[in-house]
């Protein structure tokens, strides 16, 4: 007998509502020689199950399967988020679960308790309840971590900067992990956009400027969330192949280079750059996916919601995709009131049901438009049935009519010794050192002192698609600097100095931080940019990074670069640490500091893992998965340009013989970038020989091997990442001066080679 203890959490009323019903169901539910339909038959094959069910549905009911419905409808799950009260609203499920019960929007952060009550009885009522049982897809966001107060990570940008496969495939499944006990089935993750327009204020959700890497991570993350099955639902059975949790690809397509860097703006190319740029990724990492989100966006003056090439010819007929597409929140209201291709609610209702694709929330729920239009014969329902196979086939891969209920001992696997273990390599593996003069890092344990300065320093700072106060349950970086040392036994006093505000240009703080410099052998000044958690930030609150936080400069805001020149004038070493969602272009901390490392938007242990860092206990290893440029008006800077677009190299306007040079340099500035991708050092340092090309020649289609041997030359055990670039010397049309085709990472002792 299974245990379905959240409902001893019910409160009386409700107890006595549920119990108090038949559960009757119509004829439709069943055979008519009252056999059990192939639809519940769990060995049935999923295709059969599909076919079996579809007839069974009314019109309606297909319609419901395809518009998302909240949790909040029935859970007050806006209340206090720590409230256990169980504000529960009968009559809201019912309505709820009636006309939007395909996918339920469940990333709210509610206490554990209420939420697997809020799941246990939603499912409930669907499988018990209505006439056909057909379970709901239950839905979070996960980027870096579960909306629902799940173990926050470093944001996408980090990891990428880790380069490793293996640890983004170990944080997701620890995502999924968190996740499905809960009862969530459904993460909205990962986001596959290219951060080549650094002004968008999404950079930080990306994995970086090249589509190979955006791939290979993607793909890692895909594999983590969805390998394996949920319990009670066995894997190899005749029905086909099962997945635990469904991932979502997004946003599908280009949707991260819009003109002049503003969210929703249209964004410009052609099929050569869909085709070469923007689809690889997901044709890499999303073939298997469960789902995909679409964008906001238009692409070539298409919006993308309604754009029968991507939509249809490419991802259906082109790479025979037969899963989940859904819009994003609200975008298909946009067709009429942004982007004036449609006149009407209806219009935009029909335009993206004839490319096959849900409809997630944005509160007018234009798809209930969709009845009636097939009834007047505006619409061929032939759409909305081909698209509500889509959605089936999810939840039976998923097993969802076989258990889509929480599971009893959810607390087991939330915030357990591995996921511990897990975020703290990642939180070490995505700092990137990007300069060292004169070795300045790693600081020996036994120095006497050092100043900690920057409104970076005392601060837990978490990029987007987080939790409200999930920062709670971080570590900032004056905190790790303080159990590092304590950790290490050294005697090492630190001197914290606030310096300044992140936003503000008030430099009265400038006196303290100048003394606790002076007063140190070595100071660290610690700034960047910052984001919100979702509650927070669509309430207006100020960031300079996150969705709809876009920026017209790419420099540090307030007095933040000014402290920096006021404590290198001190004279003291001075290490500068970004951290931020996105490149931050700031020339004279590049010329002039000793060391500068980044640290992208770090997960709950970032502010031990930089004090780790700094002190050498690990030897860095990330690098750059984006380029720095030196202010926006050298942007674009990605470094996969297209030939002809900018030098290689920084020769200045005439060439070593005096040659004057015609183009590719600004009158003032550099197009060059501060860093470029794939940049970062390390305390130790490497050789590579014997380079070899298995075959020599390579053809379009041709696979090739690439082998060489990595020397560690150093005395410092560390981890290299392998990047191997390719060049198409000559071809029929302009291509990229380079483009990255592979990478490995891997771990080298101190005089070894690999």
């Not at 339909?37 to 549905?57: C, Q, V």
């Not at 799950?77 to 504000?87: C, E, K, R, Y």
């Not at 589509?211 to 086909?240: C, K, M, P, W």
């Not at 020989?689 to 560390?718: A, E, K």
């Amino acid at each position: 007998m299974r245990l379905l203890y959240p409902l001893l959490l019910v409160p009386t009323v409700l107890c006595s509502s549920l119990e108090s019903r038949k559960f009757t169901l119509e004829s439709r539910a069943t055979n008519i020689d009252g056999s059990l339909p192939t639809y519940k038959n769990p060995e049935a094959s999923i295709e059969d199950r599909i076919g079996d069910l579809l007839p069974r549905m009314t019109l309606e009911e297909k319609v419901s399967q395809l518009i998302q419905g909240d949790i909040n409808g029935w859970m007050s799950a806006l209340d206090d988020p720590l409230d256990n009260t169980l504000s529960f609203n009968q009559s809201g499920l019912e309505e709820m679960m009636r006309l939007k019960g395909g996918s339920i929007w469940g990333g709210y952060l509610m206490t554990y308790e209420k939420f697997v009550f809020a799941v246990e009885v939603g499912q409930r009522y669907l499988m018990e309840n209505t006439t056909l049982g057909i379970p709901a897809l239950i839905q979070s966001e996960g980027l870096h971590g579960f909306t629902n107060n799940g173990t926050i990570f470093p944001s996408p940008i980090g990891l990428a900067a880790s380069f490793n496969r293996d640890v983004v495939k170990s944080i997701a499944s620890i995502v999924s992990d968190e996740a499905e006990g809960l009862g969530i089935n459904h993460i909205f993750a990962p986001v596959l956009d290219l951060s080549r327009e650094l002004r968008w204020g999404r950079v930080e959700e990306n994995y970086g400027e090249d589509h190979f890497l955006t791939g290979e991570l993607g793909f890692a993350f895909v594999s983590g969330i969805q390998d394996g099955t949920r319990r009670n639902v066995t894997a190899g059975r005749s029905g086909g192949l099962r997945k635990r949790m469904a991932a979502t690809c997004k946003h599908f397509v280009a949707f991260g280079s819009p003109m002049t860097g503003l969210n929703l703006a249209p964004v410009v190319g052609g099929e050569r750059d869909l085709r070469s740029t923007y689809l690889p990724p997901f044709e890499r990492a999303c073939l298997e996916s469960l789902s995909m989100m679409t964008s906001y966006s238009a692409y070539n003056g298409i919006p993308t919601i309604a754009d029968k090439n991507i939509l249809t010819n490419i991802l259906r007929d082109e790479w025979g995709y037969k899963y989940w597409v859904t819009c994003d929140a609200g975008s298909v209201d946009l067709l009429y009131k942004q982007h004036f291709t449609c006149e009407t609610r209806e219009c935009s209702a029909k335009a993206t049901i004839e490319n096959f694709s849900g409809e997630m929330g944005g509160g007018t729920y234009t798809y209930l438009t969709l009845p009636d239009q097939v009834k007047a014969g505006q619409l061929d329902e032939k759409y909305i049935d081909e698209t509500v196979k889509y959605l089936l086939r999810v939840k039976f891969t998923l097993g969802l009519f076989e258990n889509p209920y929480p599971y009893p001992d959810y607390l087991k696997t939330i915030r357990t010794s591995k996921s511990r273990e897990a975020l703290h390599t990642a939180d070490l593996e995505s700092i990137v050192l990007l300069e060292n003069r004169k070795n300045t890092l790693p600081l020996s344990k036994d120095i006497r002192s050092i100043a900690l300065i920057g409104p970076q320093a005392d601060q837990v700072t978490f990029g987007d698609y987080v939790f409200f106060n999930a920062t709670l349950n971080g570590i900032t970086p004056l905190g790790g600097f303080k159990q590092f040392l304590s950790n290490s036994s050294s005697s090492t006093k630190i001197n914290y100095a606030e310096g300044c505000k992140l936003w503000s240009n008030d430099e009265s703080g400038f006196d303290e931080a100048v003394n606790a410099a002076q007063s140190s052998d070595v100071a660290i000044v610690m700034i960047g940019t910052w984001s919100r958690d979702q509650t927070l930030l669509w309430s207006g609150l100020n960031a300079t990074t996150g969705e709809h936080v876009d920026v017209h400069d790419l420099g540090l805001v307030g007095a933040q670069l000014k402290l920096v020149q006021a404590v290198k004038a001190t004279g003291k070493p001075t290490v500068v640490v970004f951290v931020s969602g996105k490149p931050i272009a700031e020339p004279w901390i590049h010329d002039h500091a000793d060391a500068v490392i980044q640290q992208f938007y770090p997960g709950e242990l970032g502010g031990l893992a930089i004090a780790e860092v700094i002190f050498g206990a690990y030897n860095p290893s990330g690098k750059l998965p984006v380029s720095f440029p030196r202010d926006v008006g050298t942007t674009p800077v990605f470094y996969n340009y297209l030939k002809g677009a900018r030098p290689m190299t920084d020769f200045g306007t005439t060439t070593d013989n005096g040659t004057l040079v015609f183009g590719h340099q600004y009158v003032l500035e550099s197009p060059i970038p501060l860093w470029s991708f794939g940049h970062g050092l390390s305390y130790t340092t490497f050789n590579y020989t014997d380079f070899t090309l298995n075959p020599s020649t390579i053809g379009p289609t041709d696979s090739f091997n690439v082998t060489v041997t990595v020397h560690n030359t150093g005395s410092v055990d560390g981890q290299e990442v392998v990047q191997v670039y390719a060049t198409d010397v000559f071809s029929s049309v302009v291509t990229a001066n380079q483009q990255l085709v592979g990478f490995e990472k891997v771990q080298i002792p101190a005089g070894s080679s690999s």
